[in-house]
C-alpha cells in the first residue's frame, strides 16, 4: 500500500469486504454517515435517504451475489458500490489516511462531510450515482427492457430531488418556497421521489412488460413522472450535468426523451398519458422559460 492511495486501498478493501453480503452492505454504508471516529450527529440525519433506497434495492434482491441461486443484478450492484467506494474513501480522508482522492466524486462527499448540507449531499450521492452511470452503461445494455426503463427513472427523480432543493423554481415554478423542505433528504419525503415500490415487485429480474408497470402506476407516482418531471427533464439533465461536472449527463437524454441505455426511437414511452389532471399540472406548475439558476 502506497502511501499516496492509502485510503482508496482502504476503501477498496472495505468494499470487497461486503460484496457478497447485501446486509453487510448496509452496515458499511451505515457506519459511512458515523464518520471517522464514530460519532457524526450532524452526518446521520442524511443517511435517511440513502438507507431507504439502499434497502429497496436489498427487497428486490438486486444486491444478492452472483453466485446464489437467485442472483442479484451486474448493474445495480456496481452502481451501489460506487456509492460506498466514494464515501468510504471520503471517511478514509477525513480520517487521517493519505490520499490524495481518487476521483472528482470522492472530492465531493468530503465537501459534505466539512458542511453537511442538504445540497452538499445530493452533490456527492448523485455524483456517485451519475458516475456510476456513465461507467457501467455496457452492463445496463445486459439488462431487461423493463429494467432499463426504471434505470432512467431513477436517475431522473434522484436529479429531481436535488433540484428541489438547490433549484426550486426550476424543480416547482411558482411553488418553489415549498420546494426544499420536499426534498431534503433528512426529511421523510424524500423517500417518496426515490424508491418505486408501490409499482415494482420485490423481485429481480422484471418479468412483465414495461407497458404493464405503467398501467400499474397510478396516483402521486404518474403525476409525478408526467405531470411535473418530463416537462422538464431536458432543462433539468443540463442543470444536473452542469451541478456535478458530468457533461457525459447530457448523453442520457435527447429531446426530453430519456436516452440511457435506452433508444430513442423508442421514445414515445416518456410521452405523458391523456390524462386530465397531468394537463392541468402542465398548466399550473408549467417548466420556467428563463435561464437556468446557478
Avoid at 146 to 158: D, K, P, S
Amino acid at each position: 500500500m502506497t502511501a499516496a492511495g492509502a485510503a482508496a486501498v482502504w476503501a477498496e478493501q472495505q468494499v470487497a469486504a461486503v460484496r457478497d453480503d447485501p446486509a453487510a452492505r448496509i452496515a458499511l454504508m451505515r457506519r459511512c454517515y458515523d464518520g471517522p471516529f464514530g460519532k457524526a450527529p450532524r452526518h446521520l440525519p442524511f443517511r435517511r435517504a440513502a438507507l431507504s433506497f439502499m434497502r429497496w434495492q436489498h427487497r428486490r434482491g438486486l444486491l444478492h451475489p452472483m453466485s446464489s441461486d437467485r442472483p442479484g443484478s451486474p448493474w445495480w450492484r456496481a452502481v451501489n458500490e460506487r456509492v460506498l467506494q466514494d464515501g468510504c474513501e471520503a471517511v478514509a480522508l477525513s480520517g487521517g489516511l493519505p490520499g490524495p482522492s481518487s476521483s472528482p466524486t470522492v472530492d465531493l462527499w468530503l465537501s459534505f462531510a466539512e458542511h453537511p448540507t442538504a445540497r452538499a449531499w445530493y452533490r456527492a450521492h448523485n455524483g456517485s450515482v451519475v458516475a456510476a452511470y456513465l461507467a457501467h452503461h455496457d452492463l445496463a445494455a445486459a439488462e431487461n427492457a423493463a429494467e432499463r426503463f426504471f434505470m432512467n427513472v431513477v436517475l431522473c427523480r434522484v436529479l429531481y430531488a436535488h433540484a428541489l432543493v438547490a433549484n426550486p423554481r426550476l424543480a416547482l415554478a411558482w411553488l418553489h418556497p415549498i420546494a426544499p423542505p420536499l426534498g431534503d433528504p433528512r426529511l421523510g419525503m424524500t423517500g417518496i421521489f426515490l424508491q418505486l415500490s408501490r409499482i415494482l415487485p420485490d423481485e429481480y429480474p422484471l418479468h412483465n412488460s414495461v407497458a404493464s408497470y405503467l398501467s400499474a402506476e397510478l396516483g402521486f407516482g404518474r403525476l409525478l413522472d408526467y405531470g411535473v418531471i418530463t416537462p422538464r427533464s431536458q432543462r433539468l439533465y443540463e442543470w444536473s450535468a452542469d451541478e456535478l461536472a458530468t457533461p457525459g449527463l447530457l448523453d442520457c437524454i435527447r429531446d426530453g426523451a430519456l436516452t440511457y441505455a435506452w433508444p430513442f426511437e423508442d421514445s414515445a414511452v416518456w410521452q405523458p398519458p391523456n390524462s386530465r389532471l397531468v394537463q392541468l399540472t402542465h398548466r399550473v406548475l408549467p417548466p420556467p422559460e428563463q435561464q437556468l439558476e446557478s
